[in-house]
């Protein structure tokens, strides 16, 4: 056997070999916990939508898994990308943040959707349902400057 068939023997054996090592995954199995934005805020039915259909899948507990993410390293990829889009903003947990922290949230998401870096482009290859019509960016601009206002009146 060749050197060349044997690098690529060791190879194709490597990547079935990964595929057993599968990362955790990050799913409530649907639940709706009581911290969620939508239990700590008054969220307009067609808000929501768009938060679920936009944001949710990395920025909440509830990650919609399409078939790719089952191949590895594309799954750990993807489980690191949510690790770190939670750790900077998470939906689920949005009602146990201090008054403070969801006004600052709001307003980095507000800026998010200005400047249109969210949801960020590598998601929108595949999910292109994900990008944020003009007038839904309006909507959810208008929702967060509300609630923001009304958590200006609580302090």
């Known amino acids: 056997m060749s050197g060349i068939k044997k690098i690529i023997l060791a190879l194709v054996t490597l990547f079935i070999a990964i595929q057993f090592i599968q990362p955790a995954r990050n799913n409530n199995?649907?639940?709706?916990?009581?911290?969620?934005?939508?239990?700590?805020?008054?969220?307009?039915?067609?808000?929501?939508?768009?938060?679920?259909?936009?944001?949710?899948?990395?920025?909440?507990?509830?990650?919609?898994?399409?078939?790719?993410?089952?191949?590895?390293?594309?799954?750990?990829?993807?489980?690191?990308?949510?690790?770190?889009?939670?750790?900077?903003?998470?939906?689920?947990?949005?009602?146990?943040?201090?008054?403070r922290k969801q006004q600052n949230?709001?307003?980095?998401?507000?800026?998010?959707?200005?400047?249109?870096t969210m949801p960020i482009k590598a998601y929108m290859i595949i999910h292109t349902d994900a990008k944020l019509s003009h007038d839904q960016s309006v909507l959810v601009l208008d929702w967060i400057k509300k609630t923001r206002d009304s958590l200006s009146l609580k302090n």
């Open 29 to 99: 199995n649907g639940q709706v916990l009581s911290t969620d934005i939508s239990k700590t805020f008054p969220v307009p039915d067609r808000i929501l939508d768009i938060l679920i259909n936009s944001c949710y899948d990395c920025h909440s507990n509830n990650t919609r898994y399409p078939w790719y993410s089952y191949i590895q390293p594309g799954g750990w990829w993807m489980a690191s990308h949510i690790k770190n889009a939670k750790a900077d903003l998470n939906f689920s947990d949005f009602g146990s943040y201090s008054s």
């Open 105 to 116: 949230k709001l307003r980095s998401i507000g800026k998010s959707i200005a400047d249109e």
